[in-house]
């Protein structure tokens, strides 16, 4: 099956400093990548759909300013947390579906960040 | 946008029993009906997905069910194992080509030996 890979798996951080979230499509070209967060014992919840060439789409509630995405080449997408807070630990996803004409979402491992 | 209901949040069955894990949607356009196994700290990963044109999909002890009349759709799971022990998450996708999924809160599976 198609593979999505996600660095770093974990991050600690500081209060107040920004952490960078990488996602690549590793056997496939991804004009459309997606970001989730996940609490614990919670659900997946779409944080922004991430477009290669065009600016991110947030849902709603979800800052842009603070959660930075890029989508800088068909294989990769970067989501930027800026100026963390404790609040802002979770487990962020990223999935990505392969080619155009499927509808099935391959995710990433997971990106384990905890804000000290 | 979509909604998706999912029941039961857990569910505790013998090994060797069935275990049905039920999801309801709002939107009548959704069209795609995927479901993912998670266990504790790894990705979701799908195991059974069902398009709007068909009723039933199956594949060895795991089976789809779809309802479009109703806006509903069943993970059926079949002699258990231990291993099938996990988080399921169902989802909808709506109409249209933005691949969008909005997910049900899950279902902790405990399958006991």
């Known amino acids: 099956g198609a593979v999505v890979s996600q660095h770093p798996s974990r991050v600690i951080c500081k209060s107040g400093t920004s952490v960078k979230i990488e996602c690549r499509s590793l056997?496939?070209?991804?004009?459309?990548m997606f970001w989730y967060r996940q609490f614990p014992k919670q659900s997946l919840m779409l944080m922004a759909t991430?477009?290669?060439?065009?600016?991110?789409?947030?849902e709603q509630g979800v800052e842009k300013d603070k959660f930075l995405i890029n989508h800088a080449s068909l294989t990769l997408s970067t989501l930027t947390v800026t100026s963390a807070h404790p609040e802002d630990s979770s487990f962020y996803i990223c999935?990505?579906?392969?080619?155009?004409?499927?509808?099935?979402?391959?995710f990433g491992p997971g990106t384990r960040l905890t804000v000290l | 946008g979509e909604n998706v209901e999912q029941h039961p949040s857990t569910l505790s069955v013998q090994e060797g029993d069935s275990a049905v894990i039920k999801c309801t949607y709002s939107?009548?356009?959704?069209?795609?009906f995927p479901w993912y196994k998670q266990e504790l700290g790894k990705r979701p990963q799908l195991i059974i997905d069902?398009?709007?044109?068909?009723g039933e999909k199956k594949d060895q002890r795991i089976a789809v069910t779809l309802n479009k009349t109703a806006k509903h759709f069943s993970l059926h799971i079949t002699e258990t194992q231990p291993e099938d022990s996990a988080v399921y998450f169902c989802?909808?996708?709506?109409?249209?080509?933005?691949?969008?999924?909005?997910f049900g809160k899950g279902t902790l599976l405990t399958v006991n030996p």
């Open positions: 999935s990505a579906p392969r080619g155009t004409r499927t509808d099935t979402q391959y």
């Open positions: 056997d496939f070209q991804a004009t459309t």
């Open positions: 991430s477009n290669e060439g065009s600016k991110a789409t947030y």
């Open positions: 939107d009548s356009a959704s069209n795609y």
């Open positions: 069902i398009r709007s044109n068909v």
């Open positions: 989802a909808a996708k709506s109409g249209g080509s933005n691949y969008k999924l909005t």
